[in-house]
């Protein structure tokens, strides 16, 4: 007899080739973004969730606009030698990883960013089950 653990175990190995990881595409439509200049930063909501958009050497990046800390918004911060400096506490992250710089904090979540033709694009990763070729989710 397999005891329940054991028994999920199997079954999550057995799911392990179906899981996909993926990324589904969100063309963002906020006419501010067109003119973000060097350095700015860019605060649009998509739905509830709040996008901090930042542009730095000429390419565009995106993370969550809300420091670990204390759940700040990052917004009213600036950008200083590349990375986001939060307005509260002055803790810095890097756009690009969303890794604090000296390990103060956890990290901020980033996102993916495509740019093309004045098109942007936001990238959200997710997890689902592929069977037959088709995701379930």
Same mark, same amino acid.
């Given at each position: +007899? &397999?005891?329940?653990? !054991? ?5 999550? $190995?057995?799911?392990?080739? +179906?899981?996909?990881?993926?990324? $589904?595409?969100?063309? &963002?439509?906020? !006419? ?10 860019? $605060?649009? +909501? ?16 995106? +993370?969550?606009? $809300? ?28 756009? &690009? ?41």
């Amino acid at each position: +007899m &397999i005891n329940a653990s !054991a028994q999920q175990l199997v079954q999550r $190995r057995s799911l392990a080739p +179906m899981l996909v990881d993926s990324i $589904r595409w969100r063309t &963002i439509r906020d !006419a501010r973004l067109a003119s973000l200049q060097e350095g700015g930063l860019l $605060r649009v +909501m998509l739905g509830k969730q709040p996008i901090l958009f930042v542009r730095h050497e000429g390419t565009l990046r995106a +993370m969550q606009d $809300r420091c670990p800390h204390q759940g700040r918004s990052l917004s009213g911060g600036w950008l200083d030698k590349g990375h986001v400096v939060c307005p509260f506490h002055r803790f810095h992250f890097d756009p &690009i990883t969303g890794a604090c710089r000296g390990g103060l904090t956890v990290n901020v979540e980033t996102f993916p960013v495509h740019e093309e033709n004045g098109v942007i694009k936001l990238g959200k990763p997710y997890t689902t089950l592929r069977i037959f070729g088709f995701d379930l989710w």
